[in-house]
């Protein structure tokens, strides 16, 4: 059974800093691998998608990474800003299935 | 071009009740799925919805039906209410061509609350 795990929970920087999050899967048979942001209250917005054959993927100041044989993944946010304050989950699909199993996300707070 | 909407934003209701949920996909998508989301929690899968069939489902039990319509709009209905069931409620859409290959839209979601 796949599951997903991310790692912190919770983390608090000052404005400027460039940080990491985390996100580990337990199955390595993954389709892809994708970042989502939620702000409080509302719906995801996909930030970024990477297929199995794919080490990573670019946009803007985000940068997210595979490895799949390792069963991790990263989000690297370069330069933050207060308005990257929210939840960041990321979801895998794999195996037989078309849905998405996602990790129960960090939420991030970057200070002025 | 419209993304996922869901309609009611805000649900209230009492335990016991029925409620339905509805969504309409993204122009040009297909597939529907619909997640739960609990407090402080990561999304649920429930089950998912293509050329109006239910071609998977999650571990929920039969106390949460759907329905897709030909024009790729679904519902989510809720029977015999649980204060458990108390969440926001996600609907996302996607083009079942290689649905595994290809990011999936989500609406705002709908809150229910049960009393």
């Known amino acids: 059974k796949q599951e997903v795990t991310q790692i912190p929970a919770a983390l608090s920087v000052p404005e400027g800093e460039n940080l990491v999050l985390n996100c580990s899967f337990t199955?390595?048979?993954?389709?892809?691998l994708q970042w989502f942001r939620q702000d409080p209250g509302k719906g995801l917005t996909s930030l970024l998608l990477?297929?199995?054959?794919?080490r990573e993927q670019t946009s803007g100041r985000l940068n997210a990474s595979l490895d799949k044989s390792s069963g991790r993944s990263t989000l690297y946010i370069a330069a933050s800003q207060p308005g990257d304050s929210a939840t960041y989950l990321c979801?895998?699909?794999?195996?037989?299935?078309?849905?998405?199993?996602f990790g129960t996300g960090t939420l991030l707070a970057v200070q002025p | 071009d419209a993304g996922v909407t869901q309609s009611p934003t805000h649900l209230i209701k009492t335990r016991g009740q029925q409620v339905t949920l509805r969504c309409s996909p993204k122009?040009?998508?297909?597939?529907v799925s619909w997640y739960q989301q609990a407090l402080g929690q990561g999304p649920q899968f429930i089950f998912q919805?293509?050329?109006?069939?239910?071609?998977q489902r999650g571990n929920f039990p039969d106390r949460f039906s759907g329905h897709q319509f030909p024009n790729y709009s679904s519902e989510l209905n809720v029977n015999a209410l649980l204060l458990g069931d108390s969440a926001l409620y996600l609907c996302?859409?996607?083009?079942?061509?290689?649905?595994?290959?290809?990011?999936?839209?989500f609406g705002a979601g709908t809150r229910l609350s049960v009393l």
């Open positions: 122009s040009g998508h297909d597939t």
């Open positions: 199955d390595s048979a993954i389709y892809n």
């Open positions: 979801a895998v699909i794999g195996g037989a299935t078309n849905k998405l199993i």
């Open positions: 996302a859409s996607s083009y079942s061509f290689s649905v595994a290959k290809n990011i999936q839209y």
């Open positions: 990477i297929q199995s054959s794919q």
């Open positions: 919805y293509y050329e109006e069939e239910e071609r």
